[in-house]
Every structure is written in structure tokens, then in C-alpha cells.
């Protein structure tokens, strides 16, 4: 399975659930992901363009399954996930109609593609 690493440095931020959807989440081309819950406003954002103040963790690197997915595909993340929780790595998923993405701790992230290269993965642009 082929994987890749989208550039940039991301952060996942936590909003009041009354939150409107954040602009500056959506600002540029790049990745941003956007989910309400009744308790949350999550985002997942380039860090550059978080705003001071907002309760966010910083210093994430995106991965993301090369390729379209079918929304039936079993064991995908699990096989990612099991990879990364050996090597002692913890992740965060993020799951579109077409593919998962999957961010890890940018302190861990060489580590994280050494697992996944080791395990038969392989890193595409």
C-alpha cells in the first residue's frame, strides 16, 4: 500500500461545540478537516494558520493513504494504527468519502515512516 506525506506542519484544535466553522481553518489549498459534535468544535489545521489563544496541540504531520478507497475497505487504519502502536507511536485518523489520513506527533514522524516502510509500505509523492 502506497502512502503520503502531505507538507506542512498541522494542529489539531478543540473550539466551544457553539463555535461558528472557523475561516481560518479553510484559508489556502491545504488540508483542513472540520467536525462538530454536541460537545466540540474539532479542527485539524495548518498550524501556521491557527490563531493565538485557540486551544489547540501543535506539531502534527499528515499522512494520508495514496489513492481512492472503497468506503468497504476493511482493516486499513487497523493495519496502520497496529504498525505505529508497536513502534510505540501514537496517531490520530481522519477518514473522507475517498481515503484516510492519519497524523502523527512531528517528534515521531521519521520513526513513525520507518515502521510503516519496514512493515511494507511504501512512500510515494
Not at 478537516?33 to 460537545?39: I, L, M, Q
Request: charged content about 15%; glycine content about 8%.
Amino acid at each position: 500500500m502506497n502512502l503520503q506525506a502531505i507538507a506542512g506542519e498541522y494542529a489539531i484544535c478543540r473550539l466551544p461545540a457553539g463555535n461558528p466553522w472557523p475561516n481560518w481553518a479553510m484559508a489556502g489549498d491545504s488540508f483542513c478537516s472540520v467536525t462538530r459534535t454536541p460537545d466540540e468544535l474539532s479542527v485539524v489545521a495548518e498550524q501556521a494558520s491557527v490563531p493565538a489563544g485557540v486551544v489547540a496541540s501543535r506539531g502534527w504531520t499528515l499522512f494520508r493513504v495514496a489513492g481512492t478507497l472503497p468506503l468497504d475497505a476493511i482493516g486499513i487504519v487497523s493495519g496502520i494504527a497496529r504498525i505505529l502502536a508497536d513502534a510505540k507511536i501514537s496517531l490520530a485518523c481522519i477518514a473522507t468519502h475517498d481515503t484516510d489520513y492519519f497524523l502523527v506527533s512531528q517528534v515521531h514522524a521519521a520513526r513513525a515512516r520507518d515502521a510503516l516502510e519496514q512493515a511494507g509500505y511504501r512512500f510515494t509523492h
